[in-house]
């Protein structure tokens, strides 16, 4: 678990994207929600990430296979940040997030400190629990140019524009240790973001290539997603979010190497009702006696 500042808590995330802008899901999750076998109120939900304005991506809502495939243990994105901008978020979903039944968390994707600090002070008038700033994606070109004096000059933006609890996300491209130690006292939590197909697979062509290769995630990422939990662990003492769970043997072994919250993402794309059902085991597990 990861007490926030702010008297939240955070044990089971939704990753970003996992459950739509605005907790609920995306359409073809609705049934399942409805039937109770997909429970949003199981997690603390990250919003899909947002950036200043509107941004096409490589999604096309008509065609959304498009840009994402399934793997035999996990899915690739090129996704690309497709959404309709920050703007549009406070004007159609803010004003309603205190109706909802969900914690949610809002991601941001700035592309520079007054930016960030600028969208962070957007968020402000709505009840969310967290912002995360995204600062890495590894559908875009920069996934891995953010130098360490960069992605702490961002962080200290958005520190400065709230004080909410902040939550940095990472990439296996970072240097991601040593901006968990000069950030330490900025954020509250760290995320792990999708690794690159040419970090995965560095010997076999994406079948995203035309798209720019996309970002694995999932079982097929634990080899790189798992030991950077460990490294963060021992690096910093921000807590880490861990991602990448599977199976629900996965969670255990998050905790095992350092995680003190547990993530869900593309599993909700290839199997979107076992994040809910993992959650309630894992909780009953976790009963004593």
Not at 84 to 104: D, H, Q, S
């Amino acid at each position: 678990m990861i007490p926030l500042r702010n008297g939240h808590v955070l044990e089971y995330v939704a990753a970003s994207g996992a459950l739509a802008f605005d907790g609920r899901g995306w359409p073809w999750e609705w049934p399942l929600r409805w039937l109770g076998l997909l429970d949003p109120r199981c997690f603390t939900i990250v919003t899909k990430s947002l950036t200043r304005r509107p941004r096409v991506g490589n999604l096309r809502w008509w065609q959304p296979w498009r840009c994402v495939r399934l793997l035999p243990h996990g899915t690739v994105n090129a996704i690309g940040l497709t959404n309709p901008g920050i703007e549009w978020w406070c004007r159609t979903i803010g004003p309603r997030v205190a109706k909802f039944p969900y914690r949610l968390i809002g991601s941001i994707y700035p592309e520079s400190p007054g930016e960030c600090a600028d969208m962070v002070a957007m968020l402000q008038p709505f009840g969310l629990v967290a912002i995360e700033v995204n600062l890495s994606c590894p559908n875009t070109s920069t996934h891995g140019s953010a130098a360490v004096p960069q992605a702490v000059e961002m962080l200290t933006a958005a520190r400065s524009a709230t004080p909410w609890p902040l939550i940095a996300k990472l990439s296996v491209t970072h240097d991601y240790c040593a901006i968990a130690r000069a950030s330490e006292g900025l954020i509250d939590a760290m995320a792990i973001n999708s690794v690159p197909w040419s970090v995965s697979f560095p010997d076999r062509p994406s079948p995203l290539a035309t798209l720019g290769g996309g970002g694995v995630s999932g079982q097929a990422a634990q080899l790189h997603t798992w030991p950077m939990v460990e490294k963060l662990a021992a690096a910093s003492h921000t807590p880490v979010i861990g991602p990448s769970v599977w199976e629900y043997a996965d969670i255990a072994q998050l905790r095992a190497r350092g995680a003190s919250a547990i993530s869900f993402g593309s599993i909700f794309l290839r199997y979107p009702w076992r994040p809910t059902a993992f959650v309630r085991c894992d909780q009953r597990d976790r009963i004593p006696g």
